[in-house]
């Protein structure tokens, strides 16, 4: 496993662990490098979340991608959008390094690109742009309740799979 790997690892352990802002020095420490190792691959604090948002970003980029080589990115991203177990976990835990701003969340811009290109991936296998739409929309609906406290039963996704995705 790589350096960068394993500060990442460690970062996520500790937010998961109960410290939603760790320092860098008690990241370095968890992953076993030095202050300075940690620095080498990311300059600072946000360097470090946006590497954990990248990590992220790759893992889901990954299913939607092989999801739509098999017809099914639509499912899919209601799926993952419906989160729980240790995912939900280190979604929130993920969260919990996202600063917000006065311009707005601070996210890498590969967050806006990746969900562009899974739109696309939507919109390709139903067909219809709006109704695209309206499958991304609800899964970032989906999520979001999720984030706060309220994760949707599986019934409920079946449901609104069922409904979103019906002759399609």
């Known amino acids: 496993m790589s350096v960068r790997e394993r500060v990442l690892d460690a970062l996520q352990e500790l937010i ?4 939603p802002v760790p320092s860098l020095d008690a990241v370095a420490a968890a ?3 030095s ?20 990590r992220a970003l790759a893992e889901i980029d990954a299913a939607m991608t092989a999801a739509a080589a098999q017809g099914s990115a639509a499912e899919t991203w209601l ?20 600063r917000v701003t006065a311009s707005g969340i601070d996210l890498p811009p590969e967050v806006a690109q990746a969900v562009a290109r899974w739109q696309a991936m939507i919109t390709t296998e139903i067909g219809d742009p709006v109704r695209g739409d309206l499958v991304r929309l609800v899964g970032d ?4 309740e999720t984030l706060a406290g309220d994760p949707p039963n599986r019934a409920r996704v079946d449901a609104l799979v069922g409904y979103l995705l019906a002759g399609r």
């Open 35 to 54: 202050k300075g190792g940690l620095l080498h691959h990311f300059r600072d604090r946000r360097a470090l979340a946006h590497g954990l948002v990248h």
């Open 79 to 98: 799926r993952l959008s419906a989160v729980d177990g240790p995912e939900l976990v280190a979604a929130r835990a993920l969260l919990s390094l996202v």
């Open 141 to 144: 609906g989906l999520f979001l």
């Open 16 to 19: 998961l662990g109960g410290d």
């Open 31 to 33: 992953a076993g490098v």
